[in-house]
Each structure stands twice: as structure tokens, then as C-alpha cells.
């Protein structure tokens, strides 16, 4: 079992840059793989981008690639998401899960959920 814990959301200007990163606990971590997903008020969750076990293949959103980057450091169990010319589009609530298999862009395919970071993107 792994419990996540995100941070670093805040309010930023279109344009500018955020990094969340989202902490896990255990010993395990590494045999998890990563993702991030985001949930806007009124709207489904949608997936952000995913990052495998090892942190050597990444996949991202059409609406996020080339802006944000999904990456992981196992040393500190810790998994990122650097937010790079973010757009008023991108405010939402952020979530880190986390599960054993590698359920890709499906969010309910991970077991295990962090409780949010609220980003919010000013025009």
C-alpha cells in the first residue's frame, strides 16, 4: 500500500511555470507507476500524463504535451509535474495515483489517489 501526498499547487499568470510534486510513503515505490490527472469544476477527471516504474517512458495528454513534464526521482519517492506555459485551461484540481499494474491514461485503473492540489490559472 502507498499513501500520496501532492503539493505545490497555488495561482500563477497564463504564461508562467508551476512544478507539483507528490510524496509517497513506503519503501515500494518504485515498483509503482505514476500518474497524474486533473479534475476542473463541473467536468470529468482527465488524465495529464503517466510515468512508468523505472521513470524511462513518459506519456502525456494531447493538451499538455510539450508544455508539461512528468518525471520521478525513486531515491525520494517522489513523482513531479512541471507545468511550463500554463494556460487559464489548465485550473484544476491535481491528483498524483499510483498503482502496481500500468493502467496508462484510464484513471480507474489506479489503485491509490492523493487528496488534490488545486491549480489555478490566471488570464
Known amino acids: 500500500q502507498v499513501q500520496l501526498v501532492e503539493s505545490g499547487g497555488g495561482l500563477v499568470q497564463a504564461g508562467g511555470s508551476l512544478r507539483l510534486s507528490c510524496a509517497a510513503s513506503?519503501?515500494?515505490?518504485?515498483?509503482?507507476?505514476m500518474g497524474w490527472f486533473r479534475q476542473a469544476p463541473g467536468k470529468e477527471r482527465e488524465f495529464v500524463a503517466v510515468?512508468?516504474?523505472?521513470?524511462?517512458?513518459?506519456f502525456y495528454a494531447d493538451s499538455v504535451k510539450g508544455r508539461f513534464t512528468i518525471s520521478r526521482d525513486n531515491a525520494k519517492n517522489t513523482v513531479y509535474l512541471q507545468m511550463n506555459s500554463v494556460k487559464p485551461e489548465d485550473t484544476a484540481v491535481y491528483y498524483c495515483?499510483?498503482?502496481?499494474?500500468?493502467?496508462?491514461?484510464?484513471?480507474?485503473?489506479?489503485?491509490?489517489w492523493g487528496q488534490g492540489t488545486q491549480v489555478t490559472v490566471s488570464s
Open positions: 495515483a499510483a498503482d502496481l499494474e500500468s493502467p496508462g491514461s484510464t484513471w480507474w485503473g489506479y489503485d491509490y
Open positions: 513506503g519503501r515500494t515505490f518504485s515498483s509503482y507507476a
Open positions: 510515468i512508468t516504474r523505472s521513470g524511462g517512458s513518459t
